[in-house]
């Protein structure tokens, strides 16, 4: 027994046994860990007995050359397999760092725009969603075929049919009925907040007067002005005496024009013309003359502020949620003197009483006089008896909460008030906004038809608002971001404004900040013509504005919802319109501005252009809410500092002849444009699945309009702090303004006469040097916050 023990205890030890994989736990671990043990059978030794009554033997097996055969075959795979594996493991990572570099590459063609629109962009549906991913061309899809459900043009009738002045208790009810509205939807939230602001109307007591003025001094007979309620808000109210001369727009190179005539306009009436600048620049031109304004309207007399800023002009830099908290301090925007619109009939008649030379080819008119004289006229006296009212305003807000970047607001707003029908004015973009809350609110909810695309989350929050207050120079959007400026210049994204969207079909404008340029553009690429049919409205576009920086692209102006947005509280923002081409709007701010005059003024064409603009807002909050990268234009500001820096120029040899320079920002601008390029060097190298990596650069992105607010000067005196739109001494326009005074020499160069130099004090060098200073350091901040942390600055200045 003990013998066969022993041969047993040897052949188990001499057979060559087969590789052994063992799984032994890892200290500290839950893994395992694969090892192979080997053992070869020794050279030479006898013949192994097996043991091993589950193995399975082939015929040819049998002899001892096979087994040797065999055991060297089973040696040498085993010594082959970790080469395999690894030959395969490297062929796999060339074929995916090929194809990596491949797609890469691919978007080069695009431009050096990283922020590139792709239809194979993909959208993941919300963590609730088992459905595939969405695409753009899915999320286009969902959008217009929701958007093709709704009733436009009939909200749009019955929104003009509603009075609804701002403070009326029509206007209450329709904010309840709009809030409603909201409730009903797919909402996450729903609120509204109140302002009691300061708002001027006419006196039923004391309505405004105008008469013709005796020659021993004397009132004498009355001029019927047709409508009382037809005023401007925030005009100073007193009486003005003077004789009467025409001013054309009432622009300062008018009044220049005036003077350079024979004609002094100051200390009279001036009878200017409606269009080109604002009511507000027109009594602003007016304003150190120290007479009155008398505005014209070819069609019913239109009533509209002459407040030059925006807001609650008696609480200035503050939110109006308590007037009693802050000092009786007033807006240096407000007038001080008198303005009245009247109609072309009261218009044609003082035409005719004037005398003096006779107008410019280019300031005569359509009204039934010819020729057009400059004046003086007979005297008048114009008697303005509006008062201010405290006045409580409501803003109704609806969101839907963003899936991963929930405090990252995407807003679009609709002023809701409107002294008449008001249907161009607030009608049409109080229409589009319902309609986009109920298309988006549509699209949120998962679709229980299997066919059908899953539902979908923006990233970011959408946050939709109706104002109230904008007649008055967008009082509620401006008070709302007042109260609020410290929250939103860190969360809110961008602004999209609806206001004053269909004023025609034939033309289209973007009154925009330079960062949204490049996505408005790509849009309309994918928005059909509303009145053109296979065109797309970018081709539309082009075919009637051959230029596009010049003619479609436009700066936000004073008067623009949008321009609060921007000039005071950083965040970019866009109002675009669609126009008739050779022809304004005829009843913008008029009684006249009815559902019927504007659908007769687009031909039948108003709900087609209506849903082009609701094509295009919807197109564009779904881009910038839904991006992994937020799709704004970083670089372009380096073009608008350069676009700037080229006027400047002109002047460069007669500051070196005072021993200065500009040199300064030149520098700054060169740091801004190299940290554009940096960050846009690392988006393109980096992983657009790295969620935190992506928060880092769209927080950095998000707030470059910010940096470009100046810090150096207090809200409250400037508010307007931006340094391209803003008004004041730190911007860009007044040091080019100031510096073009080396030329004028005090003369009265009319584009001088904007940057507010009172007469005779000609170019200044503390002055310039104090600008030059809060131009540069405000650019090279934003330099600076644009390259990210500290330790990334490299700036040559």
Request: hydrophobic share 40%; charged share 20%.
């Amino acid at each position: 027994m003990e013998r066969l023990w022993g041969l047993l205890h040897r052949t188990q030890r001499l057979s060559p046994r087969p590789s052994q994989t063992i799984y032994k736990r890892v200290e500290g671990t839950q893994q395992w860990r694969l090892e192979e043990e080997e053992e070869d059978g020794e050279e030479g030794a006898e013949p192994p007995i097996h043991f091993c009554p589950m193995e399975l033997r082939g015929p040819d097996l049998g002899s001892r050359a096979g087994k040797q055969n065999l055991g060297l075959w089973a040696a040498t795979g085993r010594r082959a397999a970790p080469y395999l594996v690894l030959t395969t493991l490297l062929i796999f990572t060339g074929a995916f760092l090929l194809g990596y570099v491949a797609f890469r590459g691919s978007c080069q063609a695009c431009g050096d725009d990283v922020l590139v629109v792709s239809e194979d962009i993909n959208y993941e549906p919300g963590p609730d969603s088992h459905q595939g991913t969405l695409y753009w061309s899915d999320l286009q899809a969902m959008f217009l075929r929701f958007l093709g459900e709704g009733r436009l043009e009939d909200t749009i009738r019955q929104t003009s049919l509603r009075k609804r002045v701002a403070g009326s208790a029509g206007m209450a009810a329709l904010a309840q009925d709009i809030r409603v509205a909201l409730l009903g939807q797919k909402l996450d939230h729903v609120w509204m907040d109140t302002h009691y602001v300061g708002l001027q109307f006419p006196d039923p007591a004391h309505p405004n007067t105008l008469h013709w003025v005796e020659a021993a001094g004397k009132l004498g007979e009355p001029l019927q002005l047709e409508d009382h309620d037809v005023y401007c808000p925030y005009s100073a109210t007193g009486n003005a005496t003077g004789e009467l001369v025409y001013a054309h727009y009432g622009r300062p190179e008018d009044l220049q024009d005036l003077r350079a005539r024979g004609v002094e306009p100051a200390g009279r009436l001036l009878l200017v013309r409606l269009g080109e600048i604002s009511f507000a620049q027109k009594d602003d031109a007016g304003k150190l003359l120290l007479g009155a304004q008398l505005t014209v309207s070819a069609w019913t007399p239109p009533s509209s502020q002459v407040h030059l800023g925006t807001g609650d002009p008696y609480t200035p830099g503050f939110p109006s949620f308590n007037q009693t908290q802050f000092p009786p301090v007033q807006s240096s925007g407000l007038p001080n003197i008198p303005a009245q619109p009247i109609s072309a009939d009261i218009a044609s008649l003082l035409l005719r009483k004037l005398q003096g030379p006779v107008a410019p080819q280019e300031w005569q008119g359509h009204l039934p006089v010819s020729p057009y004289r400059l004046g003086p006229g007979p005297g008048l006296h114009l008697g303005v008896n509006n008062h201010r009212v405290s006045t409580p305003i409501s803003n109704i807000f609806g969101c839907i909460e963003g899936r991963s970047e929930p405090d990252h607001y995407v807003v679009i707003g609709a002023q809701r008030d409107a002294w008449g029908p008001g249907a161009a004015k607030s009608a049409v973009g109080t229409a589009i906004l319902l309609e986009l809350v109920r298309t988006f609110s549509s699209m949120l909810s998962p679709c229980s038809q299997p066919t059908l695309l899953p539902g979908f989350r923006p990233r970011r929050s959408l946050l939709f608002i109706s104002w109230d207050g904008g007649d008055f120079g967008s009082v509620g959007s401006t008070e709302w971001l007042e109260g609020y400026l410290s929250v939103l210049h860190l969360k809110a994204v961008v602004y999209v404004s609806l206001d004053n969207a269909v004023l025609g079909d034939d033309k289209f404008q973007a009154k925009t900040s330079p960062l949204l340029i490049s996505l408005i553009e790509n849009i309309l690429k994918q928005v059909d013509s509303p009145n053109h049919s296979g065109q797309t409205l970018y081709e539309q576009v082009m075919f009637n504005n051959h230029s596009w920086d010049a003619e479609v692209i436009q700066p936000l102006p004073m008067d623009s919802s949008a321009y609060s947005f921007t000039a005071f509280a950083g965040v970019p923002a866009v109002e675009f319109s669609f126009m008739e081409d050779g022809q304004a709007y005829p009843f913008l701010h008029t009684k006249d501005d009815t559902y019927e005059n504007l659908h007769r003024v687009l031909r039948g064409r108003l709900p087609a252009v209506a849903q082009a603009v609701a094509q295009l807002a919807g197109q564009l909050l779904i881009r910038l809410s839904h991006d992994h990268l937020l799709p704004l234009d970083f670089g372009r500001y380096g073009d608008v500092v350069l676009k700037h820096i080229g006027s400047l120029n002109e002047f460069s040899g007669d500051l070196k002849a005072r021993g200065l320079t500009l040199q300064w920002v030149y520098s700054a601008r060169g740091d801004y444009i190299r940290a554009a390029e940096k960050l846009r060097k690392e988006i393109y190298s980096s992983e657009e699945s790295d969620e935190r990596l992506m928060r880092m650069y769209n927080v950095r992105i998000m707030r470059v309009e910010f940096y470009f607010l100046s810090q150096y000067v207090s809200p409250a005196d400037s508010p307007f702090r931006h340094i391209f739109l803003g008004h004041g001494d730190h911007t860009l326009d007044a040091l080019l303004d100031h510096v073009r005074l080396l030329r004028s020499h005090g003369s009265g160069d009319p584009r001088a006469a904007s940057s507010r130099v009172a007469p005779g004090l000609g170019f200044q060098e503390s002055r310039f040097r104090r600008q030059l200073a809060l131009l540069t350091w405000t650019l090279q901040g934003a330099a600076n916050a644009l390259s990210g942390d500290v330790w990334n600055i490299d700036n040559n200045f």
